[in-house]
């Protein structure tokens, strides 16, 4: 894949060998919605393993329907991920989902890329 490519719910890239995926603002990401970004993200990289760097700034909630599939069916294909996060309120996503949903790659939290 080359480039910067959009889906419905994000930007997907690749830049020195980390898939980057940036989410779109979004006030609530549920199940169906994190099937479907996982399905985009196995399509256009032919399922191919990376390590990730997620960027959920600008969603508001994760449904827990949704963290409990990008813990398990999210996880294929991932060899390590890290979640960037701004506000107190992506802090708490992201420790409720790596505490809560204990996915099983390295999974990390950041405040800046």
Do not use: C, H, W
């Amino acid at each position: 894949m080359q480039g910067f490519t959009e889906t419905e719910y994000g930007f997907i890239k690749i830049e020195n060998s980390i898939l980057i995926f940036i989410y779109k603002a979004n006030e609530q990401f549920d199940e169906e919605m994190a099937d479907r970004a996982i399905e985009d993200r196995f399509k256009l990289t032919n399922k191919t393993t990376y390590p990730v760097l997620v960027d959920i700034r600008g969603v508001k909630n994760f449904t827990r329907g949704a963290k409990e599939l990008m813990a398990s069916k999210g996880n294929k294909f991932i060899s390590a991920v890290a979640i960037i996060v701004k506000s107190p309120v992506e802090r708490m996503i992201a420790n409720s989902y790596i505490s809560l949903n204990q996915p099983p790659k390295p999974t990390r939290m950041f405040t800046d890329e």
